[in-house]
């Protein structure tokens, strides 16, 4: 077994030396690839990719060698685009060609997710599951999921003031709870919902897992053939266990749904109408089932998990900019007369807490560095050449902090800025994707973002927690690495504002 492992490791090596050597891009004589680190013979950047907080190296490497950057790891070719205005020349006036994604091994084969709308390749069957989201997402259809959206977010203003110190499983339950039943009819569970953990589990390895450079394989595909056993090869093992994950998330909703229908016992959501309208079609394609299936699960596992993380920001910021809050609290005070709760008729009339959870989108970018586009065929921009094949992402870190787009002091949490004319709007920069592989789900997420923040401010003030002798103990925390940015688990005080609050909160009725 011994010398069988080191015949392995000695034939990879081999074939890592002659796949450096001959998988360097034929650029054409008058052209030039995008500026980046200087390679290091066979591999290239290797060890120029972070492996932890990857937007601040790629911020560093776009400080250095401006709008466009390029990385060469084993052959692989990053490209990395760091200015709205080539995000804009590439993914969206060039977007026949920057629609597709590359097929990372360690996600797509290994853990089994390719069926996500997310990471699908570009053509007929992504524009299947496309058009299947849009059916039931565009901004009207979004409407009838605003009764959903207040009936959890008044059961968050119930949690919260029960047990205010779980505010971070209160928002994940939240946010479970509206896309469960959206996507499905399902009424989870109180506490520790089965159909929530597989979710997290799962989005937390996709996470992981859907970072350039995170493993190995993505970058020298034939690894996916190497035996779990073989030294080096924990990926393999790791992937088994995140692909039950996956597979849980996907079947086991479906397969409630589909006994409820069954029995007559259906809720109406997302995948039932779906699946009805099918029933009733004639010739239907064999395959469009798994289409509804498919589409649901990415509705379930992406609507709710990033929620969840920009919400966590949220209330972080809230502690961190205390004179955010109190603006809101006043807006939203003279708003609602201290008498009602907040309803999506609301919105109009309260720019600034609009201006706040769209500052949560842009001041941490859930996802940094963007979901990876892949070039088809080689093209140019200023000169520089792209190789086919490419893995091209969309710098959204350093999109959203644009000061001619969103004015001075990025790194500061300052909703103000929207309320100048002329910022641009963090939805349409990069927070949802670009071009064509923009977020279909981003009108119901702004407007479940848009409820909570102006439930919870209204009723709750949000501060640093104190110690015994009365002094304030800032949070703690960490901003995570990965596909994902939000900040670890911390600990802050969310308290009643008034009588009026716990009285608004106890009148809520009980069914809801």
């Not at 093209?379 to 050449?385: A, H, K, L, P, T």
């Amino acid at each position: 077994m011994v010398s069988l492992s080191i015949e392995l490791l000695l034939l990879g090596a081999a074939i890592l030396v002659v796949y450096g050597l001959f998988s360097k891009p034929r650029v054409p004589k008058s052209l030039r690839l995008p500026p980046g680190p200087p390679p290091k013979p066979i591999i290239g950047n290797a060890l120029d990719m972070p492996k932890y907080l990857e937007w601040e190296t790629y911020a560093k490497y776009a400080k250095q060698y401006g709008e466009i950057t390029y990385l060469n790891v084993f052959g692989t070719h990053l490209v990395f685009l760091n200015s709205r205005r080539m995000v804009h020349e590439l993914f969206e006036k060039r977007s026949s060609i920057y629609s597709d994604r590359t097929t990372f091994p360690m996600i797509v084969d290994l853990m089994g997710f390719g069926w996500a709308l997310t990471f699908q390749g570009y053509g007929e069957w992504w524009r299947r599951h496309r058009r299947a989201m849009h059916d039931k997402f565009h901004p009207s259809a979004v409407e009838v999921y605003k009764p959903i959206q207040i009936k959890h977010t008044r059961d968050l203003l119930r949690r919260l003031h029960k047990a205010p110190e779980d505010f971070i499983k209160h928002i994940r339950h939240t946010a479970g709870a509206i896309i469960m039943e959206v996507a499905y009819g399902i009424n989870i569970k109180s506490e520790n919902d089965p159909y929530i953990h597989a979710a997290e589990e799962a989005m937390n390895a996709v996470g992981e897992a859907a970072v350039p450079g995170r493993f190995m394989v993505d970058m020298i595909p034939w690894m996916k053939y190497i035996p779990e056993w073989v030294p080096g090869a924990s990926f393999k093992k790791q992937a088994r266990i995140w692909r039950k994950y996956i597979l849980d998330m996907v079947d086991l909703p479906f397969e409630h749904v589909k006994m409820q229908m069954a029995n007559g016992t259906t809720q109406p959501s997302f995948m039932s109408t779906h699946l009805e309208r099918l029933a009733a079609t004639k010739d239907a394609p064999a395959d469009a089932e798994q289409v509804i299936k498919n589409t649901a699960a990415v509705i379930y596992a992406a609507g709710s998990d990033t929620t969840v993380k920009t919400l966590t920001t949220f209330v972080l910021a809230m502690v961190l900019f205390p004179d955010v809050q109190k603006k809101v609290q006043e807006e939203l005070d003279a708003v609602l007369g201290g008498v009602r709760l907040p309803e999506f008729e609301d919105m109009a009339a309260l720019p600034y807490t609009i201006a706040t959870y769209k500052e949560a989108m842009r001041w941490h970018a859930l996802v940094p560095m963007g979901v990876a586009h892949a070039a088809t065929q080689d093209d140019v921009i200023d000169g520089y050449f792209i190789p086919k094949g490419a893995i091209v992402f969309g710098n959204s870190w350093l999109l959203l902090r644009e000061e001619a787009d969103f004015g001075p002091d990025t790194d500061k949490f300052d909703p103000g800025r929207f309320m100048e004319p002329g910022r641009r709007d963090p939805g349409q920069t990069g927070a949802f994707g670009y071009g064509r592989r923009v977020c279909p789900g981003r009108y119901m997420a702004e407007n479940s973002l848009f409820i909570a923040v102006a439930s919870i401010l209204q009723n709750f003030d949000i501060t640093p927690v104190r110690d015994s002798s009365g002094k304030e103990i800032m949070p703690e925390y960490e901003w995570t690495s990965g596909l994902f940015l939000s900040p670890t688990d911390y600990q802050c005080a969310i308290k009643l504002r008034s009588k009026a609050a716990e009285d608004r909160i106890l009148s809520i009725p009980a069914e809801v």
